[in-house]
């Protein structure tokens, strides 16, 4: 499970960090397909992106997990910059590295994310066609998420306060050296608003599986790239690859996977619902995640042989 840093060829300055890991007699004289593991909004690749790329790699799959720019131990400032556009050209500039790899199938090279992960890889499939799979665990949009609530409630032109409080803290980040930050998860028990996303406090902020690089919260400078973005911009004419979501029976998020699944133009899609989950089982819980990759990992070695 080596560590390595690469450089970002997207324009930013940026080196990434990640971590490989091989299947079991892994050779390097023999080519091997491979998935990239995109983490949720703040995460690491020390939490569930990387237990879903080892256990992936249990399968025969080489995976590679990794930190976003300006997140983790990737480079670039501002740190906890959310900034979706970059975040979906991350998933790109992880398979130009792969790319480089003589172990590696250049045809044969598919994404999957747990969370905004998922989005951003989804929104990174429309986009670059070197990726020939897509797999999502709990999806979201963030762009759907803030404006539209994690229920999916609220109508996109009330969301309009977020983008005026993201311009408004632009203007004071110009002035001052500490940054305006807002929470991805709640940073507080007290602050959860129901039990699904008081899970969220546990994973992020619990022995559960805090880590230090995934502190939990954005920059509110973020809100003025996050409000606008949509993840799944021109599935429908453009997301034509294989596609296999998870989400939890019981997540408040899967309206957001129903919509991917609706609106991609993949002929080759399905939706497994993980009964009894809810959106933060999905991320660690071992008979849930089990669950997700006993169909992810035969979905990639089928989309990808």
């Known amino acids: 499970m080596p560590h390595v840093t690469f450089k970002n060829l997207n324009g930013q300055g940026i080196t990434l960090a990640a971590v490989i890991d091989f299947p079991a007699g892994f050779d390097e004289s023999r080519k091997y397909p491979a998935v990239v593991v995109s983490p949720p909004g703040g995460g690491v690749k020390e939490q569930t992106a990387g237990l879903y790329a080892r256990k992936l790699a249990g399968h025969g799959l080489i995976a590679i997990a990794f930190d976003r720019s300006y997140q983790g131990e990737s480079t670039g400032e501002p740190r906890q910059l959310e900034n979706p556009y970059i975040s979906t050209e991350d998933v790109s500039a992880v398979i130009d590295y792969l790319t480089t790899l003589p172990y590696v199938d250049q045809d044969k090279i ?37 404006r539209n609530g994690w229920d999916g409630s609220v109508k996109d032109a009330d969301a309009l306060p ?58 509110a400078r973020s809100l003025t790239q996050i409000i606008t973005y949509d993840a799944y911009n021109k599935a429908e004419a453009f997301l034509t690859q294989p596609i296999l979501a998870v989400a939890g029976g019981n997540a408040g998020s899967k309206w957001m996977s129903d919509d991917l699944i609706a609106r991609a133009s993949s002929k080759d899609k399905t939706l497994h619902v993980v009964e009894g989950a809810d959106h933060m089982d999905l991320y660690d819980v071992p008979k849930y995640v089990d669950e997700a990759v006993s169909k992810l990992a035969p979905f990639f070695l089928a989309k990808l042989k």
Not at 132 to 140: I, T
């Open 110 to 146: 598919g994404a999957m994310g747990i969370c905004a992960g998922a989005g951003y890889s989804a929104n990174a499939a429309i986009n670059d066609r070197r990726i020939k799979a897509l797999g999502m665990v709990s999806a979201v949009n963030i762009g759907q998420m803030f």
């Open 162 to 219: 977020y983008l005026e409080a993201g311009s408004a803290a632009r203007t004071a980040d110009a002035s001052s050296n500490d940054m305006a930050t807002i929470p991805l998860a709640p940073l507080k028990e007290e602050d959860a608003p129901n039990a699904e996303l008081r899970g969220a406090w546990e994973y992020y902020h619990t022995p559960r599986c805090e880590h230090p690089n995934a502190p939990g919260y954005t920059l």
